[in-house]
């Protein structure tokens, strides 16, 4: 049953809606996302398949795929220059009073700047802008490795932002690190890395985890027919590992939790208490 949307003269207007389609195809994908699609003007989409983009097609006839904006063989060309592009695109339409769905792979608000660049600047220039949740990558990650991040915490990094600023991850909580492929990558101009770097990467590790800690490679799946990919190897491998633009390293605690004496006694707690 599609979810009616109830649109008044006012949200007719030109207006902006990021959405997710969800990591595998069209099976996480809410009602109201689909609405949104179908009654759009124009959807924009930023997929990293053509069975996605068809799939959107059967909701909506004006389907236009953002990847044409990136450099193209041979090409050198700066991501934030090409992400500008695809929000100029789409405003373009929201300034012409078009209702305009930009929808994206996984979550739309997860490792997705397009999405939080084209909102604000629709709102900036005065038009109604916002962003519907998708599943996302993470989401996947938990289900498919059956961890829950509520047990031991986790923390989440880009992997190029984790080797450039100061972040000192806990041992004893899980370690996510987004865009392994792409680990110290600076200049926005190639989507991989290099052999050193991930050497480098392992080195900067070996502060808080011994290099024969297991950890592993995950890749969701994107379609049902498909398996994720779970590879587990030595850190000491990651180097010589077979890396995509979806990979995501994770790294497993490497110690037990400790109890905090102090807050236990702040609580009138006893470690008997917590069994």
């Known amino acids: ?55 959107l097609s059967t909701l909506n006839a004006d389907v236009r795929s953002l990847q044409g904006y990136y450099a193209q063989a041979g090409e050198i060309k700066n991501r934030r220059d090409t992400y500008q592009q695809m929000v100029d695109a789409m405003l373009d339409e929201v300034r012409a009073n078009k209702r305009v769905v930009c929808a994206l792979y996984g979550h739309p608000g997860v490792f997705s700047c397009v999405s939080h660049l084209a909102i604000a600047q629709a709102k900036q220039q005065g038009f109604k802008a916002k962003m519907l949740a998708g599943v996302s990558a993470e989401a996947c990650l938990w289900a498919d490795l059956g ?13 190029t932002q984790f080797m450039l600023y100061q972040h000192a991850p806990n041992p004893c909580a899980h370690l996510v690190l987004w865009q392994i ?34 950890v592993i490679i995950y890749e969701a799946a994107n379609l049902a027919v498909q398996s994720p990919r779970v590879e587990h190897i030595a850190l000491a491998d990651l180097p010589d590992a077979r890396l995509t633009t979806i990979s995501t390293l994770l790294i497993p605690p490497q110690q037990a939790l400790a109890l905090n004496p102090a807050m236990l006694a702040k609580l009138g707690i006893s470690e008997m208490d917590l069994g």
Request: hydrophobic share 40%.
């Open 147 to 159: 961890i829950d991040p509520g047990n031991s915490g986790y923390q989440s990094y880009e992997a």
């Open 181 to 214: 492929a792409l680990a110290g990558e600076h200049t926005l101009t190639k989507f991989s890395t290099t052999k050193q770097r991930l050497h480098i990467l392992v080195e900067h590790l070996l502060q808080w985890y011994p290099i024969d800690h297991q």
């Open 1 to 55: 049953m599609r979810c009616n949307l109830q649109l008044t003269a006012a949200n007719q207007q030109g207006q902006l809606v990021c959405v997710g389609t969800g990591v595998q195809l069209a099976g996480q994908v809410g009602k109201l996302t689909v609405s949104y699609i179908e009654i759009a003007d124009v959807v924009f989409s930023l997929v990293p398949d053509g069975f996605t983009d068809r799939w």
